[in-house]
């Protein structure tokens, strides 16, 4: 039992939280897909970490954008660490709205893609604790969206001692079994992770490419096309479409 087992490792061996621990081999499967070390992935914090908003009923989530180094040289524990610091560092901030955050970074603006929401991963308990001193009933719904704001989000919910994921990404940007595959890949490196904790991030690759049995995906096949690679091209597709309507024009992706 994967979850089990993390939760047996994160406290012998990594001495970091699960979140991290899920969040770090997140990181390790971009860095393959994408052929790029450094990573910028946004993730979402709580936002009460002040007394007065314990009893406050209200949505205070705001999005972290985590910028990380994915070496190939660093073992799992080395690089679950330096990640858990940076977080931590980041939740020390977690005031900053994320509009500010854009605001003074003033990243270069992509057609049809928020800043720093290419890609998103997203960790959360839902183990409810019932509310029993306010006078009304509640029951919790998941709303299935048509369009997600992320070119590629991975939702993970932690709920009675099981891990579910859920994947959101851009049909136009990805097809449905690229997707699949880095669903697969990604439950592999987790539990290779755990597994291996004093391998190298560079081994792991190695081990996982050793234990393919199938030969549907090899190493140029997974690695010809970047993220980036599937924007432009999908934008050479649209590029004469119409992006916006003003009163007396219209304007292309041109």
């Known amino acids: 039992d994967i979850y089990r087992v993390l939760k ?5 061996i990594f001495s970091a939280t699960i979140t991290t621990i899920m969040f770090a081999a997140y990181f390790i499967v971009m860095r393959q897909f994408s052929n790029q070390e450094k990573q910028v992935i946004t993730t979402t914090y709580a936002g009460r970490n002040r007394m007065e908003f314990d009893q406050v009923i209200g949505y205070f989530v705001n999005m972290l954008p985590i910028a990380a180094q994915v070496n190939g040289t660093d073992t799992c524990v080395e690089f679950v660490n330096k990640l858990q610091n940076i977080c931590t560092e980041a939740y020390d901030h977690s005031d900053i709205s994320f509009g500010r955050i ?3 970074i003033a990243p270069i603006q992509e ?7 290419q890609t998103v991963f997203i960790f959360q308990n839902d183990n409810q604790i019932p509310l029993t001193s306010i006078d009304f009933t509640y029951e919790g719904k998941r709303i299935d969206n048509q369009r997600t704001k992320s070119s590629f989000l991975l939702e993970v919910t932690e709920k009675d001692n099981k891990l579910k994921g859920v994947i959101e990404y851009s049909t136009e940007l990805f097809e449905e079994s690229t997707v699949l595959e880095f669903s697969r890949r990604y439950r592999e490196a987790l539990q290779e992770v755990i597994k291996y904790p004093e391998k190298t991030i560079d081994e792991i690759y190695n081990i996982y490419h050793m234990e393919q049995e199938d030969g549907q995906y090899s190493d140029e096949e997974l690695n010809e096309d970047t993220l980036q690679d599937l924007y432009y091209q999908t934008l ?3 590029v004469n479409d119409i992006a916006c309507i003003s009163r007396d024009s219209n ?4």
């Open 8 to 12: 047996k490792q994160s406290r012998e």
């Open 102 to 104: 854009v605001d003074a």
């Open 111 to 117: 057609i049809g893609i928020a800043p720093f929401q």
């Open 236 to 238: 050479e597709r649209f």
């Open 251 to 254: 304007i292309s992706y041109q």
